[in-house]
């Protein structure tokens, strides 16, 4: 059951260096591209520099200046969305360890058993009393009975009561569908 989020952050991980290759391949093919035309018109320059500016020349130099120039703004971007992908996956692997502590800090002010902390992680992620039994190897009606005490001690009387005591702590609002007199 831990193990799913770790998998998944490693799997996120290795998606910049993927997502980079098409990008940094690009930019070595701009570079060569920019190379041959800085080469070829210096070699056209020298070779036949009595004839003065040819307008050959000068579109060899303007493609050559158009090139790099892709590839520094290329480079700068490509810097500047890694470094964005690496603030924003810190921040979400913060909230997660943060929703993670905020689930067992709740599951520990209702007094929640072992076993219904599991039974109440299957049920916030949206598993039905079947699906629960089946991962846990109990009784369907074992698994009722777990949620009924959960439900109990949450001061809820449903699985979406209670993911909506989650939903309303992470809003930072007052619960309006749990609480009738809160309208």
């Not at 969305?81 to 997660?96: P, V």
Request: proline share 3%; aromatic share 8%.
């Amino acid at each position: 059951m831990k193990n799913a989020p770790q998998s998944d952050a490693r799997r996120t991980s290795r998606l910049p260096e993927w997502s980079l290759v098409l990008p940094v391949a690009l930019m070595a093919l701009q570079i060569v591209a920019a190379a041959f035309f800085v080469a070829d018109g210096f070699e056209d320059w020298f070779v036949a520099g009595t004839n003065g500016l040819r307008l050959e020349l000068a579109m060899e130099f303007v493609i050559a200046v158009g090139l790099l120039t892709g590839v520094i703004l290329s480079s700068r971007n490509i810097v500047q969305l890694t470094r964005d992908l690496r603030r924003k996956e810190q921040a979400l692997s913060r909230a997660r360890g943060a929703f993670a502590e905020h689930v067992d800090l709740r599951f520990r002010e209702w007094g929640l058993t072992r076993g219904e902390e599991e039974v109440a992680l299957f049920a916030l992620k949206g598993c039905d009393v079947a699906e629960i039994a089946r991962l846990r190897g109990a009784a369907a009606g074992t698994i009722r009975s777990q949620l009924s005490q959960i439900y109990a001690k949450a001061g809820v009387s449903s699985q979406a009561m209670l993911v909506s005591v989650f939903i309303d702590d992470l809003l930072d609002q007052p619960a309006s569908c749990n609480n009738p007199a809160s309208s």
